[in-house]
């Protein structure tokens, strides 16, 4: 070993680095501990939520609660062309008009045809379907839609104006 002036000499110790003292974050954020230098200088720079980790979890939390909320609440869809062909198997008197998008009523519709609707809108796929329909008045959609599940959505159709309407009834009936 060498013993010259260079060697034998003890380095200096550096003081440590001041902590900030950090401001009560209220009732419902947690303080970081003392010991813990990071967290300070964080929230000394102004960010409240020091921990990203249970800022992360929160918001995955939050995702999944968005997720399962979309799951249970599918929004309305657009039959496919073997629904529509069941629908019409379940609808003795009703069509699919031209475009095919849309149900066509019978021209001198009964009150036993709109009821015959009614129940073919129960069927699982229709429930949550979007429902075109032509060749109906206000008065008789209005009434399919007051006993059809308020999941389907109608929408009434007039091909000669080329205008669309959107049938929905209030939630609280």
């Given at each position: 070993?060498?013993?010259n002036r260079n060697f034998s000499r003890r380095e200096q110790r550096?003081?440590?680095?001041?902590?900030?003292?950090?401001?009560d974050l209220g009732v419902r954020l947690t303080m970081p501990r003392k010991s813990n230098r990071t967290a300070a200088l964080r929230v000394a720079a102004g960010d409240r939520f020091w921990?990203?980790?249970k800022v992360a979890a929160k918001a995955r939390r939050h995702a999944l609660e968005m997720q399962e909320l979309a799951t249970s609440q599918r929004g309305a869809h657009r039959l496919t062309r073997r629904q529509k062909q069941w629908l019409e198997n379940h609808l003795s008197t009703w069509t699919w008009a031209s475009s095919g998008d849309t149900l066509q009523a019978p021209k001198?519709?009964?009150q036993a045809q709109l009821d015959e609707l009614v129940t073919?809108?129960?069927?699982p796929y229709v429930q949550r379907a979007v429902l075109k329909i032509q060749g109906?008045?206000?008065?008789q959609i209005r009434y399919i839609a007051e006993r059809a599940p308020q999941t389907v959505l109608f929408?009434?159709?007039?091909?000669?104006?080329?205008?669309?309407?959107t049938i929905r009834l209030?939630?609280?009936k």
């Open positions: 070993m060498a013993s550096k003081a440590p680095a001041e902590i900030p003292a950090v401001p921990d990203k980790r001198t519709t009964t073919a809108t129960r069927l109906l008045c206000l008065e929408v009434l159709v007039d091909p000669l104006a080329k205008s669309q309407q209030p939630r609280g």
